[in-house]
């Protein structure tokens, strides 16, 4: 897998991935140390994976280095994949989205420090640690209000907002109509802006 150019998203989460088996199953059958299945998941969503990284990191080299980053903590971690609570798509797109992020603010921070260290002794210094408590609690604020979505809603949101897609473009990966998905996701994000309102 390492060193390949991801491809193009062909599959989703409830369709037949090859094998017959949905994304999902392979998913599940990867947490059961099944190597061919996650070669499958790759398959599937290597080029999803991929154009997220690349969308928050806005890198290519750093975006591919992401992607295997993903793909290593799936083969890793896939035993913490729960139907229940969402496909297997969400799961592992949001699981790029987090990774993404990391990079992002672990550079983000080695800049500051870099400045701090050149700045003048005058200088007021930057509460780096309560930046990172704000955002911890800001970023768990998000996850238990997109766990209060239904899983369309949550998958449409998810896909839009971290993975940057269009409507159509949801549409298609999720394999719904486009006007319910524009419907699931205003409602959707009328759940999470109260949802968020309710914890500010």
């Known amino acids: 897998m390492a060193g390949e150019a991801p491809r193009r998203l062909g599959v989703a989460s409830g369709t037949p991935a090859a094998g017959g088996r949905t994304l999902n199953e392979q998913l599940l059958a990867t947490g059961r140390g099944d190597e061919a299945a996650l070669a499958q998941v790759y398959d599937a969503m290597a080029s999803a994976v991929f154009g997220v990284a690349k969308r928050v990191v806005r890198d290519p080299a750093r975006a591919e280095e992401i992607t295997q980053d993903v793909f290593l903590s799936v083969w890793r971690f896939a035993t913490r994949f729960d139907p229940a609570k969402g496909s297997a ?64 809603q949550r998958e449409a949101v998810t896909l839009a907002y971290y993975g ?37």
Not at 93 to 99: K, W
């Open 89 to 152: 798509q969400t799961w592992i797109l949001t699981l790029t989205h987090r990774r993404a992020v990391d990079v992002v603010r672990a550079e983000e921070a080695s800049t500051r420090r870099e400045n701090r260290a050149a700045a003048t002794a005058g200088d007021t210094p930057f509460d780096s640690v309560q930046e990172q408590a704000t955002t911890r609690i800001e970023g768990e604020q998000v996850r238990r209000c997109l766990g209060s979505l239904t899983e369309l």
């Open 164 to 200: 940057g897609y269009t409507y159509p473009e949801v549409s298609a990966l999720l394999n719904v109509n486009l006007s319910t998905i524009k419907t699931r996701m205003r409602d959707g994000m009328i759940r999470m802006r109260d949802c968020l309102g309710g914890q500010s």
